[in-house]
């Protein structure tokens, strides 16, 4: 069973940094593709950043040249850097994963952590 934990959410002022880490209990590079996705309230979930298992990162444009997906030696941890915070990034972030399993795909999510920008 494939687990995804969340952790690095937390209360920033505007301008700050913060930094999300993912663990999983599989090789993250074993997945099709992985993510960050977050949802703001009143809001549908949008993605933030993701890459593919060829090495394909894709952001929102709204967080280009601010936040920074990559995945730890160990191939274990999925991380997500985030500079010069803004209150509109206020949400709860999500790790998601994708495996492809024959004509199949598999979707794993974690349970999110939270993110609050505010002076």
């Known amino acids: 069973q494939v687990q995804l934990v969340e952790s690095g959410g937390g209360v920033v002022q505007p301008g700050g940094s913060l930094r999300l880490s993912c663990a999983a209990s599989?090789?993250?590079?074993?997945?099709?593709?992985m993510g960050w996705y977050r949802q703001a309230p009143g809001k549908e979930r949008e993605l933030v950043a993701g890459?593919?298992?060829?090495?394909?990162?894709k952001y929102a444009d709204s967080v280009k040249g601010r936040f920074t997906i990559s995945g730890d030696n160990a191939r274990t941890t999925l991380f997500l850097e985030m500079n010069n915070l803004k209150p509109e990034d206020t949400a709860v972030y999500y790790c998601?994963?994708?495996?492809?399993?024959?004509?199949?795909?598999?979707?794993?999510w974690g349970q999110g952590t939270q993110v609050t920008v505010s002076s």
């Open positions: 890459f593919t298992r060829g090495g394909i990162s």
């Open positions: 599989v090789n993250i590079f074993s997945f099709n593709t």
């Open positions: 998601n994963a994708v495996s492809r399993v024959g004509v199949d795909l598999m979707e794993y």
